[in-house]
């Protein structure tokens, strides 16, 4: 198997997608250590904000790499599909509104603590729609559990008075343990969730009277 093939999987489109978020947890670690810098000494450092910016960047084009290629490289499970664009969309429109892209100061509030309320929410939501990868499987439906109960954590960091980023910073992490898991599981073989492209895997199975020879 090739590079390209390598990268062409399900592992692959997964590690890409592990790579994205672990992407976004630099990039707002970097931020918080930069602002703290800049609110004690007042000097901004260019290099500093084009590096973060980078490196969100990125985290967004790695993501939209995975989203385009479980919706490509996955048989049917729509609502999957459908769930990792919005997300993706939602993600990408708070990227664009925390650049201050377009003015929207007077809709937008990042601390607003119904905004990192309906974010966690939309995302536990968002979250819960891997189950599909494998319905049948009790290792994703934990893996998922465990992912949908860290985004719901996050509402908790409304008492600090925060930007919806930390809602951000927590997804990141659930997503993080969430791939892991699901390349460990399929690693292991515990899981087979099929793609396009995929040999079919047949599974022969004796009757309870068939004879032994």
Do not use: W
């Not at 290099?47 to 048989?75: C, D, H, P």
């Amino acid at each position: 198997m090739n590079r390209f093939e390598k990268i062409n999987s399900f592992r692959g489109i997964t590690k890409i997608g592990l790579l994205s978020n672990i992407m976004f947890v630099c990039f707002i670690i970097v931020t918080m250590i930069y602002y703290s810098y800049y609110l004690r000494t007042g000097n901004i450092v260019p290099v500093v904000e084009a590096a973060a910016y980078t490196i969100e960047v990125s985290g967004f084009l790695l993501m939209l790499v995975s989203v385009v290629g479980y919706t490509v490289k996955l048989r049917f499970r729509l609502p999957l599909k459908i769930a990792m664009a919005l997300y993706f969309l939602v993600e990408f429109v708070i990227m664009i509104c925390d650049f201050n892209v377009i003015d929207i100061s007077e809709f937008y509030t990042p601390a607003s603590k119904i905004l990192i309320i309906s974010h966690c929410i939309f995302s536990t939501v968002v979250v819960m729609f891997y189950m599909q990868l494998e319905t049948d499987k009790k290792c994703i439906q934990y893996a998922v559990a465990i992912a949908a109960v860290i985004m719901m954590l996050a509402s908790f960091s409304i008492v600090y008075n925060v930007r919806v980023y930390a809602s951000v910073l927590v997804n990141s992490f659930a997503y993080i343990i969430l791939y892991s898991l699901i390349l460990f599981f399929d690693k292991r073989e515990m899981i087979y969730v099929d793609c396009h492209g995929d040999v079919a895997k047949v599974y022969e199975d004796s009757g309870f009277f068939d004879d032994e020879k």
